[in-house]
């Protein structure tokens, strides 16, 4: 069966994509499979439940946070291409000591809040061009989404997915028990329209006034200015809700939240905006922070904040025009 689907190794190569980036690519990617069987395994090996600390983003750590940014990071760092890497969990970048070549932001395990009920997680990851003839700062990370040369996520669910843009389509490889990446999803597409969103409705009470009356008319169903009926989603994992509006279509939304007015948003930008935003956009989708696409939004910090709705480009466009 394996030798019907093509390899990562081979549609690297068939992409033309450099050695110095495919060799990036094959680290993320062997890195996501040693995860896969962490996360497999956490609870034979008593790894699951709280880390006894807080990150960056004040938030409690699970062990699986703790473990997983670690072994990311040591395989990123040991990667000759790359010269530095920002995580979700530190709260500055590092710097490898090499010149040029790339810099990779990642979020090693989106939606880790959920692994104890055993809910697909995952990891995404961003990969930016490194200055040349310099080591890195913090600076350079902010060039903005669209400068990005890659990025993409890993889900452990069901099936483990890596779901990728390397300059042009966005493509899904499903893990073998053998460790083997297969193509087995090719030019993914999101559709235009659909019948399905995702938000927490326990927070409608702090959204913008915009938000409340889109997702209202949607509730309307087909007597409301709509016309038709929505079916709800979600799963509270940007990877598990994303990867299903990529596989079938659907609007994601994590809007401002009046609880916390200063901030723009919940979701970072860096590691989990940009590339989640780069995938849509490739696969035909829109991405917003309701005034503008997420990949103009300017990159001002390590950790910033960003409102996101995302996904079938029509959707997108009523829930950013409301009022």
């Known amino acids: 069966m394996s030798a019907s ?6 549609i ?3 992409q033309g994509v450099g050695e110095e980036l495919a060799e990036v690519m094959r680290t993320i990617a062997g890195t996501c499979a040693q995860i896969s069987e962490m996360v497999a395994g956490a609870g034979l090996e008593g790894a699951l439940g709280l880390a ?3 990150n960056v983003q004040d938030e409690e750590q699970k062990a699986l946070d703790v473990m997983t940014d670690e072994l990311m990071s040591a395989a990123l760092g040991a990667c000759d291409p790359v010269a530095g890497l920002a995580s979700e969990e530190q709260e500055a970048m590092v710097a490898t000591g090499r010149k040029g070549g790339y810099l990779v932001a990642f979020d090693p395990l989106d939606g880790s809040s959920n692994i104890d009920v055993n809910v697909s997680v995952g990891t995404i ?6 200055p040349e003839g310099r080591a890195p700062t913090e600076a350079d990370f902010m060039v903005g989404g669209r400068a990005q040369i890659a990025a993409g996520y890993a889900i452990y669910g069901p099936q483990t997915m890596l779901v990728l843009t390397l300059g042009g389509e966005v493509q899904g490889f499903s893990l073998t028990p053998e460790g083997d990446w297969l193509l087995t999803h090719g030019d993914i597409k999101v559709p235009r329209a659909t019948k399905e969103f995702a938000i927490n409705m326990s927070n409608r009470r702090h959204w913008a006034p915009g938000i409340r009356a889109y997702i209202d008319d949607c509730l309307a169903g087909v007597e409301g200015p709509r016309g038709k009926n929505f079916n709800m989603r979600w799963v509270a994992s940007m990877v598990a809700d994303v990867h299903r509006i990529l596989m079938r279509g659907g609007v994601f939304l994590y809007p401002w939240d009046a609880r916390e007015p200063d901030r723009a948003g919940k979701l970072r930008l860096l590691y989990e905006g940009n590339p989640m935003s780069l995938l849509i956009e490739r696969a035909g989708g829109k991405a ?3 005034e503008q696409p997420i990949l103009d939004v300017k990159v001002t910090g390590l950790h910033q904040r960003v409102a996101v709705v ?7 466009e009523l829930a950013s025009a409301a009022k």
């Open 12 to 14: 690297l190569t068939k």
């Open 310 to 316: 995302l996904g079938s480009a029509e959707e997108v």
């Open 125 to 130: 990851f961003s990969v930016l061009p490194a």
């Open 52 to 54: 006894g600390a807080v």
């Open 288 to 290: 917003t922070n309701v």
């Open 5 to 10: 689907f093509p390899t990562l190794d081979e």
